[in-house]
């Protein structure tokens, strides 16, 4: 089994070599996403190709000696099936996210502060955090997800939201950005302030 779980963790190595290639820097920038999209597709699939077959090959030579031997009792292996599946959700593995939200546009959520007068020391940190869209966002097809991580938001080089303004540092689609932008708070972040009130940012922004 420790021969499967190198290949595992060599295939992870692969997703997260794919996800940060630059691809073919003379194609354009949709090319290179669709490139690198595929990529973690590819993977992906080979993964749970591995993993569905040697799962599958496990159960039924555990289900056939346990049957030969007249050993098998349904609790214990419920018990067992219990234990095994919490090793196995504790073992890295690249996923596909969606963040699962109320409606975006619901407004309860949505946390107003003064960010014109402090965005020239804030920088907007909050837009190079990172999080995961949510189907009504990928339904709109405005707010760009990370092809090569599935569906994170998109950032660029510099590790800001690509639709984050960089001369002005403003939200381009302020209109359609996605529920964490409305409901996120920066006011307790210490990744942002060491005091927001008296507008004392961390120093390593
Ligand atoms: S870090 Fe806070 S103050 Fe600065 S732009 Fe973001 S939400 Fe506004
Ligand atoms: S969508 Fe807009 S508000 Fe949200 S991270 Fe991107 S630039 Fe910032």
Redesign the pocket.
Known sequence: MSTDRSGLMMRVAEVEQAASLKGDVSASPLQRDLERGLRFAHVMMSINQLEGREGAIFARALAELLVGKGMLAQEELQTMMSQVRQRMEAQPAPKVMLARTEDKYGGEHTVLLDCASRIHICK?K????N?YLTDQDLDEGI?RWDYGRPYW?QKGEDG??????RGTW?????S???Y??RAYDCRNDERIWLDFERMIPNPEL
């Open positions: 907007a909050c837009c190079a955090l999080f707010v938001i800001y939201c690509v639709h984050c303004d403003r939200c381009r689609v302020h359609y950005r996605p964490v932008c």
